[in-house]
């Protein structure tokens, strides 16, 4: 199966996300956010200590890029993740805040 990255529309912001447990000690969130124009504005890795279960780091990593895209004024933003349960599970969806699933 191909998976292409498929810009957003013009004024939007996408932002493209994962979490992955490392190992005992830490898990990693990483985060990507970009223009129409394919420009990154803004993207990090962050390491996370302790080991959480999957859909936890994936839920902070949601977390994460909500206050990010908060932080720095980023009003219309493509939330994508590749992970449906916990973007079903999340409160953000009744902040119309828009999320695409890509698997």
Known sequence: VEVRWNRP??????CNMDGTVS????SRIGLVF?????EALLAC?????????????DALAIWKVVTVARER???????ESDCLHVIQQSILRRNALEFRYHS
Do not use: E, Y
């Not at 190992?23 to 830490?26: G, H, L, P």
């Not at 004024?73 to 939330?79: A, G, K, L, P, Q």
């Open 73 to 79: 004024n980023f009003v219309s933003v493509i939330f």
């Open 45 to 57: 890795a962050l390491k996370q200590h302790g080991c959480m279960a999957p859909p936890v780091i």
């Open 23 to 26: 190992n005992r000690d830490f």
């Open 34 to 38: 970009r223009d129409q124009n394919r």
């Open 9 to 14: 529309p013009t004024g939007w912001i996408k």
